[in-house]
């Protein structure tokens, strides 16, 4: 083992955390390590007036050097304000282009970057329940931008249309998302245990951005249950410095919560 | 007048059928000593309203006293899917109103304040497919955002579970009130389980903690660890071993049965549920 292996878990906080910048607003949902992880280190590192927000639990800027769900109200302690749910609302669900950017997982995500939290197969008699939207909905369509962070990448998970639209994306390609009435916005990456994804500007379709470290792109489409872009040959993931995950380690996540999931 | 009432007294005139809203917020302060008291009077099809929740609708399908429910989150987190709202919703044994947040509070909102709905933004989303009644089109004018309304939710009952109260039921938060204050105010009767009842003198020396002021409040009952095997704000942690059994015991009809044996039918009122549980003690601080 070198000093830059880590976990899955801990590389997905890495490259998130280097695309937030200083100034940002986010807001994070219950169970939510990596996107903590992620506000935390960006802030430890580069930005650090990046001001994130407990979505369900109201607290603000949280930096205790442990991971925990941001419901918890051990977090109160450590934050620099406490708001109440019903005043948040106001800006979760309704404000134009409050938050910069949410950070969420999803069952499935299609080629347009469209998520789905709710089922797999017909609404009224599914193969697969999910957990539902929350403020799934409100966050692609009304944050600047969002990012995914899928557990898995297989032709169920990346489908070419999600079972059940309920965190748009680009929804049907190219201008499709502002000609409905959407604020301009959708998905910026998509994090998989395969690689990174991002999505062509002019056609919104996802296209291969980076490989994780072992994986080739042949393997990858055979996941995938769509056409996925490729230009050129993609370059392997970069991957956490040492620095990095020191920071991580030292500052952020002091107990290992991220380190202990699956190695990357 | 005093508020203060038995678990048994706080639920009478609760009829089968009725809608019931649930507090908290996934493994936080969900309503569970009311909940347990709900499925032994064997409630019948009743329409649950929950706020992202996790055990507290579940138990309740799980345990057949539901006939509808909508569904804005419910969730085992880390244990994985809610194991009877999962069941119930794959084999269409109950019906579910697909809801997100901005339907939840704008109908709540409505309800609040005597609106007979709210607006939302439309997000173009699958909810107004499968869920036409709540998600309804309003016109829209040009240069304007696209709409959609929401019909005002209205509660007949909401559970909810908090930190202390007084008899007057001045009800105080530790910890984030979520959205049991909006449900309150939606809500025709709010029935409360408190850890400890303190007194009004404690209640103004941190009156900032007080969200919940009586005229919200009906009833109010002691039910120390009454959020078990969630947590309540600070008092306690999520109870993770218990939450892994519950999902473990999910898993067959028999195993759930002796389960709801252990800790709801078996434990006839809430001091038997804490000596199950092996009679834990609260912190001694009034407040956080």
């Known amino acids: 083992m070198t000093d830059t292996d880590c976990s899955m878990a801990e590389l997905h906080a890495v490259l998130l955390a280097r695309d937030l910048r200083n100034g940002e607003k986010a807001i994070v949902g219950t169970n939510s390590d990596v996107q903590v992880a992620a506000c935390n280190l960006a802030r430890a590192s580069h930005a650090p007036t990046l001001w994130w927000v407990s979505g369900p639990g109201g607290m603000i800027n949280c930096n205790e050097p442990v991971i925990r769900s941001t419901a918890r109200t051990e977090n109160i302690a450590w934050s620099e304000a406490m708001m109440d749910l019903p005043q948040m609302v106001d800006f979760i669900d309704w404000k134009l282009h409050f938050f910069d950017f949410a950070i969420l997982g999803a069952i499935q995500i299609d080629r347009y970057g469209n998520i789905n939290t709710v089922c797999v197969g017909p609404h009224d008699k599914p193969r697969l329940r999910g957990p539902g939207t929350v403020g799934i909905s409100a966050l692609t369509a009304l944050a600047r931008r969002f990012y995914v962070v899928m557990a898995r990448h297989d032709r169920g998970s990346f489908p070419e249309r999600v079972d059940f639209l309920n965190g748009p994306g680009f929804l049907d390609g190219g201008t499709s998302r502002t000609d409905r009435g959407l604020p301009e916005g959708g998905p910026k990456f998509v994090l998989s245990p395969l690689g990174v994804f991002d999505f062509e500007p002019v056609s919104k379709r996802m296209r291969v951005k980076s490989l994780n470290p072992g994986v080739a792109l042949e393997q990858v489409h055979k996941q995938t249950g769509f056409e996925l872009l490729v230009e050129e040959t993609p370059p392997v993931t970069a991957m956490p410095t040492a620095e990095e995950l020191k920071t991580l380690r030292a500052s952020v996540d002091t107990t290992g919560v991220l380190r202990e999931r699956r190695r990357a | ?288």
Request: aromatic share 6%; hydrophobic share 40%.
């Open chain 2, 1 to 288: 007048m005093s508020k203060l009432k038995t678990l048994s007294d706080a639920l009478d005139g609760i009829e089968d059928g009725a809608t019931v809203g649930l507090g908290g917020w996934i493994f936080n302060s969900q309503p569970m000593a009311l909940v347990r008291e709900l499925i032994r009077r064997k409630k019948r099809n009743l329409r649950l309203v929950p706020a992202p929740g996790s055990i507290a609708p579940d138990m309740l399908i799980g345990a057949g006293c539901v006939a509808e429910t909508g569904c804005v989150f419910i969730s085992f987190e880390q244990f994985g899917l809610a194991p009877h709202f999962r069941r119930a919703a794959e084999t269409a044994s109950i019906k579910i109103h697909e809801l997100d947040g901005p339907a939840i509070a704008g109908g709540l909102r409505a309800a609040a304040c005597d609106l007979p709905y709210g607006l939302i933004p439309d997000m173009c989303t699958d909810l107004p497919r499968v869920n036409p009644q709540t998600y309804q089109p309003v016109p829209r004018q040009p240069g304007e955002r696209a709409m959609l309304k929401v019909p005002a939710i209205h509660l007949d009952v909401l559970l909810l579970h908090a930190q202390q109260a007084d008899e007057l039921g001045n009800v105080q938060y530790f910890g984030p009130v979520f959205f049991d204050v909006l449900m309150a105010q939606a809500a025709k009767k709010v029935i409360v389980s408190v850890d400890r009842i303190v007194s009004n003198e404690t209640i103004r020396r941190d009156n900032h903690l007080t969200k919940l002021p009586s005229a919200f409040v009906h009833a109010v009952v002691e039910a120390p660890f009454g959020a078990h095997p969630t947590s309540s704000g600070g008092l306690y942690e999520a109870d993770d071993t218990h939450l892994a059994a519950y999902v473990k015991a999910s898993g067959s009809t028999e195993s759930f049965a002796t389960y709801l044996d252990t800790y709801v039918g078996g434990a006839a009122v809430h001091a038997d549920y804490c000596k199950r549980i092996g009679n834990p003690r609260l912190p001694e601080q009034a407040t956080r």
